[in-house]
């Protein structure tokens, strides 16, 4: 058994601070929690002054998988299975090293995420604990079809999804509406499917006990995704023809379900701001405020792997996102909830991650200063434990060997 002490230790239930804290980890698990010297002895004790520990951070939604250089037609890419697989490693140790212990990955070609997923599970491979959507289920020719997942009636609806859970996902997702990012598809204020054909999708994943996130920008989308029961709704940006136009009633209704929305707030909402204007953006965070007024549960996630004006969003971002939360008036702690335990139970996961208490996963991580102070400290990472196993740091080596 491990200790390890800091000055505070957030357990990431809400409003829970342990002054002068520890966490006792054996292998995988959390044994303990609590105070300073409540675990008794153990033959390795790593003591953090002016450090915080708290579970390890969540991005519910990434895409590892996304070409880096892709025809701006087709959207394919010359980029073998092989290459891309590796630099979906590469995407997954540089996420980790943000402090990221768990991901859900929502969309991706081939199936390479279920290969990651388990070469990082096995220790093949150094990255968080992955969640992998694979195909996208999308039209033809809809948003994201270049990643496999065509279908355009029920049964062909059905058939993708039974696929996808055959392969070994973890979640299905759903393009309800069109997207910028596919040239030709169907605009993002454009619904792809029904009510009726987004509920096939939902009972496919409720067999094999899997949630359904549903990307959704357009209002007649966010509805009919509230409407067929899915886990999530990512972005939920409200858009018209033109513009984002908020919906009041749509929000309670959505409140109302208990369904929850990733925003996809990320790290490079500032540049994207510059460059296509600020009302389009401000517009976007207004709404995403006004959804937290309504009582939206939200959650965190960047989208990150995607590029808009050759502005990349890299997966390694993450804080960045969460500081943008913190700039709409959010507060540390919230955030940190949102980034944390509500993300975990959002994606299904909260039986196992997302808070510090005994019989969890040792997913955590360290931090020099406090975020519920300022929540930049989350960047200034000393440890990161995924399942126990001690991620190293540049200029911690000697940290974290001692615990690994």
């Known amino acids: 058994m491990r200790i390890i002490r800091a000055d505070r230790v957030l357990t990431g239930r809400p409003g829970e601070v342990i002054q002068g804290g520890e966490v006792a980890v054996d292998g995988t698990e959390i044994v303990s929690v609590g105070p300073r010297g409540s675990a008794g002895d153990a033959g390795e004790v790593l003591d953090l002054p002016g450090h915080t520990v708290l579970p390890g951070l969540i991005d519910a939604h990434v895409h590892l998988g996304f070409d880096a250089k892709v025809d701006p037609v087709t959207r394919r890419s010359a980029e073998s299975?092989?290459?891309?697989?590796?630099?979906?490693?590469?995407?997954?140790?540089k996420l980790v090293s943000a402090g990221v212990t768990t991901a859900r990955d929502?969309?991706?070609?081939?199936?390479?995420?279920?290969?990651?997923?388990?070469?990082?599970?096995?220790?093949?491979?150094?990255?968080?604990?992955?969640?992998?959507?694979?195909?996208?289920?999308?039209?033809?020719?809809?948003?994201?079809?270049?990643?496999?997942?065509?279908?355009?009636?029920?049964?062909a609806i059905r058939r993708v999804a039974r696929e996808n859970l055959r392969a070994g996902a973890d979640c299905l997702k759903v393009m309800v509406s069109g997207g910028q990012m596919t040239p030709g598809a169907p605009p993002s204020w454009v619904r792809q499917y029904s009510t009726e054909q987004i509920r096939a999708i939902v009972e496919e994943a409720a067999t094999r006990g899997k949630g359904v996130a549903a990307h959704a920008h357009a209002h007649a989308a966010i509805r009919s995704a509230v409407e067929a029961g899915v886990a999530t709704i990512e972005h939920c940006t409200f858009l018209t023809a033109t513009g984002h136009r908020y919906d009041a009633e749509?929000?309670?209704?959505v409140a109302a379900s208990g369904t929850y929305v990733c925003p996809t707030v990320h790290g490079v909402f500032w540049r994207l701001r510059d460059t296509f204007g600020s009302e389009m953006f401000d517009a976007w965070?207004?709404?995403?405020?006004?959804?937290?007024?309504?009582?939206?549960?939200?959650?965190?996630?960047?989208?990150?792997?995607?590029?808009?004006?050759?502005?990349?969003?890299?997966?390694?971002?993450?804080?960045?996102?969460?500081?943008?939360?913190?700039?709409?008036?959010?507060?540390?702690?919230?955030?940190?909830?949102m980034a944390t335990v509500r993300a975990a139970d959002a994606c299904g996961v909260g039986a196992v991650t997302g808070t510090l208490e005994a019989g969890k996963r040792a997913d955590l991580i360290a931090v020099r200063g406090d975020p519920l102070d300022r929540i930049a400290d989350l960047r200034n990472l000393t440890l990161v434990l995924v399942s126990g196993r001690a991620v190293t740091q540049t200029g911690v080596d000697t940290v974290t060997s001692s615990v690994g």
Request: net charge negative; charged share 20%.
């Open 81 to 93: 299975d092989h290459h891309l697989l590796l630099r979906m490693a590469e995407n997954a140790r």
């Open 106 to 155: 929502l969309g991706g070609r081939g199936f390479l995420d279920l290969a990651l997923r388990d070469a990082i599970e096995e220790g093949l491979a150094v990255g968080p604990h992955l969640l992998a959507a694979t195909r996208p289920i999308t039209i033809t020719g809809g948003h994201c079809w270049y990643m496999g997942g065509e279908a355009d009636d029920e049964p």
């Open 250 to 253: 749509l929000a309670d209704v």
């Open 285 to 337: 965070l207004d709404g995403v405020v006004a959804m937290r007024a309504a009582g939206v549960r939200l959650i965190a996630g960047t989208d990150s792997g995607f590029a808009a004006a050759d502005v990349p969003n890299p997966t390694d971002a993450y804080v960045a996102g969460l500081e943008v939360f913190a700039h709409a008036g959010f507060g540390n702690a919230e955030i940190v909830e």
